[in-house]
């Protein structure tokens, strides 16, 4: 089993000089072959993997901190720490490491720091003095004590002898001691000296000095040196502020003794860091990055220290949702756990996801949701506040909360309605919570934030729960706002809202597709909205304009359509003539809204603008965008005109004429030739004027001469002698109609078959010349094509004859049926 006493978190140190954590693990010292030597190595906790592996070098620099950290350097501005949970772990990996170096455990530091330059490096190597020698420490020597302490700043290898000598000689408790006596004394200008002391040892970035400057007993004195700044004009009292003005509230009683010293400590530490030191130079900014880090590893010690404590959570959580709690009770309590929040976001997000789940296992949002309502101003920051931390870090964790409410609570009851509702009844007049609550919102309506997988669709299900239970609550004082021609209220808090609530629906315009455009088209909400274009406040017309803008971009034909059915480009092109060419923001966003259109060529807005528009926007001559729009609508208009004078060619055409085309069935062509072939010595005998070309195919010759159908097959019937487009490939003078005489169009009487009837002349057909130029303006006609099926491949082969014999049909005669003038049937044998 794993001693617990190696349990370790490993740190890397960023470039903004943060802390990241990298894991948490067990650490072992042993020989490895490849690096050979003693190395550090750390093994995660979880699943064994190798965290760390790092060679001891005997030249670098191991600092001590804190009795549970050991800080070093790897290579150049790589910094790392090992976080004991124990000291007697840390004491054995700190023995094992100054065994290797052959140092004395005893101290905090194993090796002088590297020096930054070579000039530096070869001066100090030649430096065989001892250490640096304080002087006594005495009233009369600390104009000197200030020399030698700010002399030493400037090289590395001296902060460091500087750093030693002062912890092994006591010399801050007998600095502290001297700032009693001049205080006494009023002695100012000791006390001037010893503010530039103590803010040189601050500039020395060591731990080892800063646990003696932040002890219980001695950290006061060391705010009040800070307190004489020879450059300030009035003193300022940071030990009365901390002592009497700062109060520590236990909202609930802390027993754990450790944890109550570190908080105090912290908030102590933090005071120095943030308000009494002078703020740091460029160049004195990277020298205070171990102050950093003493309270980031405070902050993560007090955290962990405070999630162990399941009593503590537990009575915390009770008191908060108890309904009957005092105002003043729930208050405390509310801003210990925003404070609590504050601190965790120094852990890593793996630390950080274990935090938020703690709090919610315990009932953090049931209790927010309390919270939230409480008519109480610095409550209800503090909840906002912690409602942010949360979604912020793991919206899904808030969104199934509410995908659960769906089904157990009333829509007034739900958490994202409570949100929606103090979003609306923010009392702050610049509207500082709604501002945070709306970005709340925005995080969790997010789509990109949205996990999917196999069992689960959490974009579907949110989406579909916001626009059913929430998205009436969102747009509740929009609606009310804009029942009139204008906006019915436009106070400042009332419009300030409106703007976020525009914004709100921008955003949903942008990235929910299909579940707003149902909205907005159901509800006329677009309509609702430009009413807005009305208001007094030009910013709030820019929202709606900007909505509108959002909605044009999608280039939907969906919304094209709404908009121009409803003509709600009205209260833009109204806003845009009522601005009167003004150069200012107004004009050019409607200007950019017209050019978009125009860029990316929509036409039905196109069409619509300057139909409805057009004759107020043609006097608009210093920008070109309308003279451009009217120019797309003139070639528009040519195209459709061209289109209308072809369509109504081809309606002349007789209807008879555009309906012939078919496919034939090869089965029915199969029977036809059999009987051809059957009937061909007959026909050929007998037919004398029939004459049909010695080239075709019997199947091209069928269909070039007419159809010999089956006498009891109707369809057949009604399919004969219909006229192909393609039939006439030779030129001449022969007719393209069958059954027509080269003579003036006139017909012959048939002499190709015995049993075939007289065929009367019939005034419906054309002269030859007509029907082909018809015909050729129909073969063009690839609309008309798709709508009555392909060309007849059947008859493409078919060659006409070379000379002026009228080509006849060849009709079979159908038992019983009257020919008479008026017969259909007749008509169709004509053609």
């Avoid at 349990?7 to 990241?20: F, G, H, S």
């Avoid at 845009?576 to 966003?589: E, H, I, P, T, V």
């Avoid at 060659?799 to 006849?808: F, G, R, S, V, W």
Wanted: net charge negative; charged share 25%; proline share 5%.
């Amino acid at each position: 089993m794993t001693d617990t006493r190696r349990r370790v978190k490993l740190y890397a140190l960023n470039a903004e000089r943060q802390w990241d954590d990298r894991g948490t693990g067990h650490v072992t010292s042993s020989y490895v072959d490849r690096l050979k030597g003693v190395s550090l190595l750390v093994r995660a906790e979880a699943d064994g993997s190798l965290l760390l592996e790092s060679k001891i070098q005997p030249d670098t620099a191991y600092q001590k901190q804190q009795e549970t950290l050991i800080v070093w350097s790897e290579g150049d501005n790589f910094d790392l720490a090992l976080s004991f949970q124990e000291k007697a772990g840390c004491d054995e990996i700190w023995e094992k490491i100054c065994q290797v170096q052959g140092k004395d455990p005893s101290v905090d530091i194993t090796q002088d720091f590297v020096e930054e330059s070579e000039d530096e490096r070869f001066e100090d190597m030649s430096d065989t003095a001892p250490p640096v020698e304080l002087p006594p420490c005495e009233l009369n020597k600390l104009e000197t004590i200030n020399e030698l302490i700010a002399s030493c700043l400037s090289s590395a290898v001296r902060r460091e002898k500087l750093s030693t000598a002062l912890e092994m000689e006591g010399y801050i408790r007998k600095l502290l001691n001297l700032f009693h006596i001049c205080e006494d004394l009023e002695n100012l200008e000791g006390l001037n000296h010893l503010f530039e002391v103590f803010k040189n040892i601050f500039l020395l970035n060591k731990n080892a000095l800063f646990e003696v400057m932040f002890a219980e007993d001695t950290i006061f004195d060391v705010v009040g040196c800070l307190e004489y700044d020879p450059n300030a004009k009035v003193r300022k009292k940071h030990r009365d502020y901390l002592r009497q003005m700062a109060k520590f509230k236990e909202v609930i009683p802390i027993t754990n003794p450790e944890l109550l010293a570190k908080i105090h400590q912290t908030y102590r530490v933090q005071y120095i860091q943030d308000v009494v030191l002078p703020t740091p130079s460029v160049f004195e900014e990277n020298m205070l990055s171990t102050l950093s880090s003493f309270i980031f590893f405070n902050k993560v010690e007090i955290v962990s220290l405070i999630q162990d404590d399941e009593k503590f959570l537990n009575e915390l959580f009770s008191h908060l949702t108890d309904e009957t709690m005092e105002i003043s009770k729930r208050r405390d309590l509310v801003l210990f756990l925003k404070e609590f929040c504050t601190f965790s976001q120094t852990l890593q997000p793996q630390s950080r996801e274990t935090f938020f789940k703690t709090l919610a296992s315990l009932g953090i949002l049931p209790a927010l949701e309390i919270t939230l309502g409480v008519d109480d101003l610095a409550t209800k920051s503090a909840s906002i506040d912690i409602l942010s931390y949360i979604v912020e870090f793991s919206p899904s964790m808030v969104r199934d909360y509410m995908l659960q409410q769906a089904n157990s609570a009333e829509d007034e009851h739900l958490l994202l309605n409570i949100i929606i509702e103090q979003m609306m009844c923010d009392s702050d007049p610049e509207l500082g919570g709604a501002v945070q609550l709306s970005g709340i919102l925005r995080l969790l309506i997010d789509p990109e934030n949205m996990l999917a997988s196999i069992n689960k669709s959490e974009k579907a299900d949110f989406l579909n729960f916001f626009y059913k239970h929430s998205m009436h609550v969102l747009v509740t004082p929009l609606l009310s706002n804009t029942t009139g021609d204008r906006p019915t209220k436009e106070d400042y808090p009332t419009v300030q809202l409106l703007g976020l609530i525009l914004e709100l629906l921008s955003f949903c315009v942008e990235h929910h597709t299909y579940h707003i455009k149902n909205y907005i088209l159901n509800r006329d909400l677009l309509r609702r909205i430009l009413v807005l274009m009305r208001s007094r406040h030009t910013f709030l017309v820019l929202s709606a304009l900007r909505f509108l803008r959002k909605i044009i971009s999608l280039k939907d034909e969906f919304y094209n359509r709404y908009i121009v059915k409803s003509n709600l480009l009205s209260p833009v092109v109204d806003a845009f003539l009522r601005n009167n060419g003004r150069y200012n923001l107004l004009d050019s966003a409607i200007l950019e809204l017209f050019e978009f259109i125009k860029m990316e060529d929509i036409k039905s807005l196109c069409v619509y603008v300057v139909d409805t528009f057009g004759k107020a926007l043609d006097k608009v001559e210093y920008v070109q965008t309308f003279k451009c729009l009217r120019l797309r609508y003139d070639q528009q208009q040519d195209r459709i005109g061209e289109r209308e004078r072809s369509t109504s060619a081809l309606d002349s055409v007789p209807s008879l004429l555009r309906t012939t085309r078919f496919r034939r069935d090869p089965r029915q062509l199969e029977e036809e030739e059999e009987i051809w072939f059957n009937s061909e010595e007959d026909e050929g005998e007998d037919g004398a004027d029939a004459v049909t070309p010695s080239h075709t195919s019997p199947v091209s010759q069928v269909q070039a001469v007419g159809l010999i159908t089956s006498p009891t097959s109707p369809v057949a019937l009604s399919k004969a002698n219909l006229i192909s487009p393609k039939a006439n490939h030779g030129g001449g003078s022969n007719s393209p109609i069958i059954g027509a005489s080269s003579n003036g169009g006139s017909s012959s009487p048939s002499t190709s078959s015995p049993t075939t009837s007289p065929v009367p002349p019939s005034t419906d057909v054309q002269s030859p010349s007509t029907l082909k130029k018809a015909l050729v303006d129909y073969d063009g006609d690839s609309e008309e094509e798709e709508e009555t099926g392909p060309v007849s491949g059947e008859m493409e082969g078919i060659e006409p004859k070379k000379d002026n014999d009228t080509i006849l049909p060849v009709v079979s005669h159908v038992d019983g049926e009257d020919y008479d003038v008026e017969s259909p049937n007749k008509r169709a044998k004509l053609t």
